[in-house]
């Protein structure tokens, strides 16, 4: 067997066991493998989420230490947001993940960025350690932050003085 075809090989059975109901990471501590894939789907068969490093070491408790990562959120099969770090600790059994590094959160129309951030998988919301900072894109709806007024609204509104 080649070099090539015992790596995928190799890689076929860790993602098998990665992917098997009940896998525990102490059963695969201490190994490390190159171009990590952790996708997650819904009840029909939408692709939710994944988390992708360059490289992954399982350690003790399930913990998997990621380095170069993306976790892409899908809505409607679609990419919605885009999170990258040059690295973070992944905690698959407890759907949560952490670093100390910088951060940043890509969506359609903002940036997040920040140092160090904590995600939470089952309420899924993360929250930026330090130094947080928010882009909105300049080309967003400035009608969305003002409220809507009403026919009945415009109508009272008094005449200005420059009308006849």
């Not at 949560?96 to 951030?117: C, D, M, W, Y």
């Not at 995600?119 to 993360?126: A, C, E, P, R």
Request: charged fraction near 25%; hydrophobic fraction near 40%; proline fraction near 4%.
């Amino acid at each position: 067997m080649s070099c090539c075809a015992r790596q995928m090989a190799a890689a076929a059975v860790l993602g098998a066991v990665l992917a098997a109901p009940g896998a525990r990471g102490q059963q695969m501590e201490g190994s490390m493998m190159e171009g990590f894939r952790l996708p997650e789907y819904d009840a029909q068969g939408q692709l939710v989420q994944e988390v992708r490093g360059k490289t992954a070491q399982f350690m003790a408790d399930g913990i998997i230490l990621l380095t170069d990562v993306e976790i892409e959120f899908y809505k409607d099969g679609q990419p919605s947001v885009l999170g990258a770090t040059a690295e973070c600790a992944l905690d698959r059994t407890g759907q949560r993940a952490a670093s100390r590094a910088p951060i940043r959160i890509v969506t359609e129309k903002a940036v997040l960025s920040g140092t160090g951030f904590a995600w939470s998988g089952t309420n899924k919301q993360v929250q930026i350690l330090s130094n947080a900072k928010l882009t909105l894109d300049s080309r967003m709806e400035s009608g969305l932050l003002t409220p809507k007024t009403t026919e009945s609204e415009a109508e009272a509104e008094p005449a200005s003085e420059d009308e006849p």
